[in-house]
């Protein structure tokens, strides 16, 4: 009969044997009434009894040879062998060969196969779920940094009415961040909430503290998600595109928050201060005379933005994910790599450098030089900056 199979004289005799002592014996007496009567290593058969046949000690289904217990875990190594997905090892595995739940083994060897997830495809985006409008104007604010022209900038944007702050920084350090804070906060108050990402001047103990102090509630995005920090992206954006083309910063800056918002005809100015501010542009006394509007009306205007918004978003290949339960183990994608790793740092994390310089008034004048620090024995005549950077000096020929 093994002139009649595909298969080597070594995987022919081991099917042979564990048939001969798993299965053969069974399947070739007389099946009983019920599915409860038979042997319990053989009850996942019943179903199918009258489909199998036994021939020179090797059981078959139809043309396809149903392979016993003990050889299941070979099978799907061979299966798996070139790590193809679950359709395409449930294809080549439905053609030659059979056992009752093949389909689930299949499926639970490709997922639990270490390579594969490594390199598996991203998951789907999931459906976007905006940041509830708040009730009142500067109650919820996003901050972020950014680089304009070689200076350091801090924004600060209103979740309500879309007010725009950006001040300039002396520094990077967690300190300069605070005192930049503080000058806008005692313009337009201290905000219930702030959201940033997780630099490590806001992630600091001294940031943290600063919060707790003024009763501010700190909320951070999703490392290497800048979507879940959208709206000081979006304001940073906004901000640049200005800059590039205008010459006096602030007075582009003015003309913004002087500008009505779509589909509102209210400006950011009108719905934080209750008023219109004076700009360039000749207006009525009667125009920059304080007035009230209704913040109902504004918040169903903004929630009618967010879910036109979502419509449109929504419309792609987006999927409702499965919760995460605490113990599940999941792969991340590293920046700068392909794969997916599952892995923690192994190094342990180090005292933030910029935090432990808030403590130090001279450390702040002089944040802009780089801090010498302990370089790696290739980069003995190298400089490390605080944010981790290793600075080479440049190789010069000798002519």
Not at 24 to 34: K, L, V
Not at 258 to 271: G, M, R, V
């Amino acid at each position: 009969m093994i002139c009649m199979l595909s298969i080597t004289p070594e995987k022919y005799s081991e099917i042979q044997r564990s048939t001969r002592s798993e299965l053969e014996t069974t399947i070739q007496t007389e099946w009983p009434d019920t599915k409860n009567e038979c042997p319990y290593e053989v009850r996942q058969y019943f179903d199918s009894r009258d489909q199998l046949s036994v021939l020179d000690s090797i059981v078959y289904k139809g043309s396809r040879i149903v392979i016993p217990p003990s050889m299941h875990k070979d099978m799907l190594n061979l299966l798996h062998k070139s790590h193809l997905g679950i359709v395409k090892s449930k294809s080549r595995a439905r053609e030659i060969m059979y056992w009752p739940a093949m389909n689930a083994d299949i499926e639970q060897a490709v997922n639990n196969c270490s390579s594969c997830a490594e390199y598996q495809k991203q998951q789907n985006r999931e459906p976007l779920m905006p940041t509830p409008t708040p009730d009142l104007p500067y109650s919820r604010v996003g901050t972020d940094l950014f680089e304009f022209e070689g200076k350091k900038y801090l924004i600060l944007v209103d979740y309500y009415s879309k007010y725009i702050d950006a001040v300039q920084l002396r520094s990077e350090t967690t300190a300069a961040i605070i005192e930049a804070m503080k000058t806008v906060f005692a313009c337009h108050g201290l905000p219930g909430i702030l959201r940033s990402d997780n630099g490590p001047q806001f992630s600091s103990a001294t940031f943290k503290n600063f919060c707790a102090e003024h009763g501010i509630e700190h909320e951070r995005s999703s490392p290497h998600f800048q979507s879940a920090n959208g709206e000081a992206e979006r304001a940073v954006q906004t901000v640049k595109h200005l800059w590039m083309k205008c010459e006096d910063k602030q007075l582009a800056l003015l003309d913004y928050r002087t500008t009505p918002l779509e589909n509102i005809q209210l400006s950011p100015a009108q719905i934080l201060m209750g008023r219109r501010p004076r700009n360039t542009l000749p207006a009525s006394q009667d125009l920059l005379k304080p007035i009230t509007h209704d913040l109902r009306k504004v918040k169903q205007h903004l929630n009618a933005q967010k879910a036109k918004q979502k419509f449109y978003y929504d419309r792609r290949n987006v999927k409702e994910l499965s919760p995460l339960e605490n113990g599940t183990t999941v792969r991340i994608e590293t920046p700068g790599s392909k794969s997916l790793s599952s892995g923690e740092n192994p190094q342990d994390e180090e005292d933030d450098p910029i935090e432990d310089s808030c403590f130090n008034e001279s450390a702040i004048e002089n944040a802009a030089t780089p801090l010498v620090r302990d370089i790696p024995a290739n980069h003995s005549n190298a400089l490390q900056t605080r944010s981790g950077r290793i600075v080479k000096p440049p190789v010069k020929l000798n002519l």
